[in-house]
């Protein structure tokens, strides 16, 4: 009778230690719930300021594709017209040589010619 009264304590307590109750398990869950909810909230959040920073980047990306268009074009432009100041500088100095050649012929013309006087009113 003593071996059946400890087998029936010793299964009594491995039965009362092995069994969760609801509230012990509702106590336990209950708090994770909750932190798991504030989780979830927060990489919600994280999540809708991520769309937003990523439109956000993508409006910045065209107006800086917009600039750089519109800088490209300007440097075109200048590139254009200092080609054409360059051709017209060479065209101004082409003028000026030619310019300061017929000046040389000029003066040496005129050299001639007041030897030419000068030797008439000797005669």
Same mark, same amino acid.
């Given at each position: 009778m003593k071996k059946v009264t400890?087998? $029936?304590?010793l299964g009594l307590v491995l039965a009362m230690s092995g069994c969760a109750t609801d509230r012990y398990v509702q106590g336990q869950v209950d708090p994770l719930a909750d932190r798991l909810t504030k989780v979830e909230g927060k990489v919600n959040a994280l999540e809708t300021r991520l769309t937003s920073d990523e439109? !956000?980047?993508? @409006?910045?990306?065209? !107006?800086?594709?917009?600039k750089a268009d519109r800088a490209v074009e300007l440097a075109g432009k200048a590139? $254009?017209?200092a080609r054409n100041a360059l051709a017209a500088a060479n065209k101004g100095e082409a003028a000026a040589q030619?310019?300061? @050649?017929?000046? !040389?012929e000029a003066e040496k013309e005129a050299k001639k010619a007041e030897k030419i006087f000068r030797l008439d009113q000797k005669k």
């Open positions: 400890m087998l $029936g304590l439109a !956000k980047l993508e @409006q910045y990306h065209a !107006k800086d594709d917009a590139e $254009g017209e030619s310019a300061d @050649q017929a000046a !040389k």
